[in-house]
């Protein structure tokens, strides 16, 4: 059981998902402006605090990985990456969805949108990356590097709608909405934490078993010679 | 410093000798242009008016070709095996080629623009410094992750594959300011907004500069 505490987790933050999403669909009110529209806000706002603080986890994680060269830590750059990618793919949809009766359209070329969609492909590439090589240590070095430059795009992409002029609403925080909609908003930022620190901390111990297996794995033995022709 | 400068000769002195590479490159570099003037057909004002985006796009994809020869060399036979026991410092190493990949860059973007002038009949209505330290700036942007993916991947099976797949979306920032930046330079900067997009490609170029010639210690080692 206690191997398994992100399992309780994961599920906590299900269940605390399912208030708040309850509550912000039939009990908080409608937004202002947007109307039933704006209840999208307590799943997209949580899905992308969470989703960028994956990130930064996978970019301590690189950091910790190359400078001690621990397999730990690169199995939780595999572990945060694919968790990231899911949320932030997500995150586009989402938006997508409701920029379609907001916007008109399902995608424009704001800035936000731009520069989310590029993060998503940097990290995206992360993951190909790893498929590619074939020798863990190195492996480990070229992952974690190509996962610290991608992380380049994340305060990019927090900071694009202080940046440029864009369509995209500046940033949301409980202290930016409306009493009756705060407490529905950080309960679903919670489930959402506790949701993808069950799925990171699952992925972690899979991708850790795999990686020790595969350093321990003893080497092929090596070819048998060519027979000899006889005359 | 001595390093970067005998690094920067050697690549220099490399394609001098074989400027077959630098005159595909510019070939290649042409075609591409032609090829998005059939694209968008005889409407002048059109290819006059995305000019700026055709030339960046023609050196963009010339780069992929340009980072991944440049790197080959080095890691045929070894080679940068034997410059790193020399001893060659990383840092020196990675600045030295990827200066020498920011001139090339450049080279095929200054040939490249009287073509554009041409292909798309277009002109310079602000002051062609502009352009130069666009083109400086932009080819700058290019090169530094470039050099640092294209070492990356040098070893890999899919690095055709890859070295796009992992350069373009980073480099999304230099297309869209340099784009804009060479845009205003053929279009006229009626509300002065050059010097902001060359700053954006400045602080691009401070932050990958930075962290490419840190990084590229551990990818030589690897």
């Known amino acids: ?231 | 410093m001595k390093t970067t400068l005998n690094i920067l000769w050697k690549d220099v002195l490399i394609e001098w000798r074989t400027r077959s590479r630098t005159v595909a490159l510019l070939s290649f570099a042409y075609t591409i242009l032609l090829l998005f003037a059939f694209a968008i057909g005889p409407d002048s004002a059109a290819l006059r008016q995305h000019a700026g985006a055709y030339l960046w796009l023609g050196l963009l994809l010339s780069s992929t070709l340009l980072l991944d020869s440049s790197m080959r060399i080095e890691f045929e036979a070894g080679a940068i095996s034997k410059l790193l026991l020399a001893p060659v410092s990383a840092p020196g190493l990675f600045y030295g080629k990827a200066i020498a990949n920011t001139i090339q860059l450049w080279i095929i973007g200054a040939v490249s623009v009287p073509m554009v002038f041409v292909v798309c009949d277009a002109t310079v209505v602000e002051s062609s410094g502009w352009l130069a330290l666009t083109l400086a700036l932009g080819a700058a942007g290019l090169a530094a992750p470039g050099t640092l993916y294209s070492a990356m991947i040098a070893r890999l099976s899919g690095k055709q594959l890859l070295l796009p797949l992992m350069l373009f979306p980073l480099v999304v920032p230099v297309i869209v300011s340099a784009v804009k930046a060479t845009s205003l330079v053929m279009m006229g900067d009626p509300m002065n907004q050059i010097g902001s997009w060359l700053a954006l490609l400045l602080c691009f170029n401070l932050v990958y500069w930075g962290l490419c010639g840190v990084l590229f210690g551990r990818v030589v080692e690897a």
Not at chain 1, 30 to 59: C, N, Q
Not at chain 1, 137 to 145: A, D, K, V, Y
Not at chain 1, 163 to 191: C, I, K, N
């Open chain 1, 1 to 231: 059981m206690k191997a398994n505490w992100e399992i309780g987790v994961g599920l906590f933050g299900l269940i605390l998902l399912i208030w708040a999403h309850y509550t912000g669909l039939f009990v908080a009110p409608p937004e202002a402006m947007m109307g039933d529209v704006g209840r999208i806000l307590y799943a997209h706002v949580p899905t992308a605090w969470v989703g960028l603080s994956t990130y930064l986890v996978a970019f301590i994680a690189a950091v910790g990985a190359i400078w001690s060269g621990k397999w730990a830590w690169d199995a939780m750059v595999e572990a945060s990456v694919e968790v990231g990618l899911l949320l932030n793919a997500l995150l586009l949809i989402q938006g997508s969805l409701w920029a379609k009766p907001t916007w008109g359209v399902y995608w424009t070329w704001d800035p936000r949108l731009t520069t989310c969609a590029i993060m998503v492909v940097a990290f995206g590439v992360v993951l190909a990356l790893r498929r590619q090589i074939e020798e863990p240590m190195r492996r480990l070095t070229m992952s974690s590097i190509a996962t610290i430059i991608a992380f380049v795009n994340v305060p990019i992409v927090y900071l694009s709608v202080k940046w440029w002029r864009t369509l995209h609403q500046p940033y949301s925080s409980p202290e930016t909405v409306d009493s009756a909609m705060v407490t529905p908003l950080r309960v679903a930022a919670f489930g959402m934490l506790f949701l993808a620190t069950g799925f990171v901390v699952r992925r972690w111990r899979q991708v850790h078993r795999q990686l020790k297996a595969e350093v321990q794995a003893p080497d092929l033995p090596d070819a048998p010679s060519p027979l000899a022709v006889e005359d």
